[in-house]
Structures are given as C-alpha cells and as structure tokens.
C-alpha cells in the first residue's frame, strides 16, 4: 500500500486568494461611491401631496422623464466603475496571479451593482420620505428618493469589468503572437508550429535538450565495434 504525497499549497495561490478579497471589498467600496453619486446627480420624480388620509402623492408630470434619466446615470455609472474595477483588478493582481483574481473580479463588480442599487435610494431619502409624506400638508411638493426601474442595468457592472480586464488580456495574447519567434503552446509529439516530428525524431516538448550527435532515437549510443554475435555496429547483442 503506498501513501499519496500531496504537495504542500503554493504560496502564490494563497496570495491569489488574498488579492480576489481585497478585490471584492475593494468593489464594494466603488459601489458605495457610485451610489452617493447616482443620488447626488440623477433627476427626481416631484410628487405632491393629494391627501392625508390615508397618505397619498401624485407626480405632478407623469409623463416626466425623471425615471429614464435615474436609469440612465446608473448604467453610466456602471459602466465607469466596472471599467475601473477591471483595469485596476487586471493591474495589480490578474498578471500578476493569474484566473482566480480575475473571478474576484466579476464577483466583486457583480456585489458592486447591488450595493450601488441599495445605497442610492438610501442616500436620496428613502428611509424617510414615507414619514415625510404622512406629515406633510396637502398639496405640498416633495421630491421621491430616486430607484432602478430597470434590474437588467445591473448586468453593466460585472460585464464592464470583466471586458477591460479580459480586453486587455486579449491584447497582450495577440501581441505575443505578432512577434518574432513566438512558437506557440507546447503540443506534444507536433513540431513547434504543428506539424508532425521529423521520422526516426521522438516527440519532445519545444525548448527540451536535443539528442546529441553520434546517438540514435531510441537514445542507445553506437559502439562502432561488431558486437559479440557479429552483427553490425551499434546493434544490441540478443
């Protein structure tokens, strides 16, 4: 019965998975912003209070294109800050670690449009606008906390970040291409650009030592002396 060696873990992986965290809250944290920002500039809805009892409020345009614009400057601000989550995800920590920063990414975007979609309305007056309107007098005019019409806006976020990041990634691979000696990925038993080994050549990986001179395929070196049976040089005794 023989035991499974198992290798102990990279240090590199585990600092893959620390930079996915900081990425993740550090997403968060772009969201909190781009909710203050969505509260602070979109368009609100300017309702007036009809009646007290019980309490009730009526736009007074309803044709008012305050609700597109809430929608559009969350789609705008998404897409700004899943570009900065990816470009910022790719720089310091996707080259560097490799795929599983580049899943902290998408997470982290993807937690960024829901923390966005909740702190806007909080940060417009949400919390209080039913206990304002319920103490209102009627016919008073009172501005409505603003809210995502849409929830498919919310895909702006993680689609974003994950194209400039992948983008990028996309970039250098096709430049790689483009230069001189580029050989490719190693395929093993295919020469470096695809096509099959020389005959009598055993397949290698590209960038492994070549036999030496004077040794055959099969990796046994001539004697260049009859062996004892008479037969050719360099054939193996029976």
Not at 29 to 42: E, N, P, R, T
Not at 94 to 115: D, K, L, Q, S
Not at 175 to 197: N, T
Request: glycine letters at 14%; aromatic letters at 8%.
């Amino acid at each position: 019965m023989t035991d499974t060696i198992t290798p102990p873990d990279s240090p590199a992986s585990g600092r893959a998975v620390i930079a996915a965290c900081l990425i993740v809250v550090g997403s968060a944290v772009v969201g909190l912003a781009a909710g203050l920002v969505w509260a602070a500039a979109a368009p609100r809805v300017v309702y007036q209070v009809y009646t007290l009892n019980p309490p009730t409020a009526y736009a007074i345009n309803p044709e008012t294109s305050a609700f597109i614009a809430a929608d559009a400057w969350y789609c705008l601000l998404a897409l700004i800050g899943g570009a900065l989550i990816g470009l910022v995800g790719y720089r310091f920590a996707v080259r560097r670690y490799g795929p599983v920063p580049m899943a902290g990414i998408v997470i982290g975007a993807t937690g960024a449009a829901f923390v966005m979609q909740w702190f806007g309305p909080e940060g417009s007056g949400q919390p209080g606008f039913n206990h304002l309107l319920a103490t209102s007098k009627p016919g008073a005019l009172l501005h409505a906390p603003i809210s995502l019409g849409s929830h498919g806006a919310l895909a702006f976020w993680p689609v974003a970040a994950a194209a400039v990041a992948g983008g990028i990634e996309l970039v250098g691979v096709l430049r790689a291409h483009r230069q001189p000696g580029y050989i490719g990925l190693p395929v093993l038993g295919m020469g470096p650009y695809g096509q099959p080994p020389a005959p009598g050549v055993p397949p290698s990986w590209p960038g492994s030592p070549e036999p030496s001179a004077g040794t055959d395929p099969a990796g046994s070196e001539p004697s260049g002396e009859p062996d004892t049976f008479g037969g050719d040089p360099g054939r193996a005794a029976l």
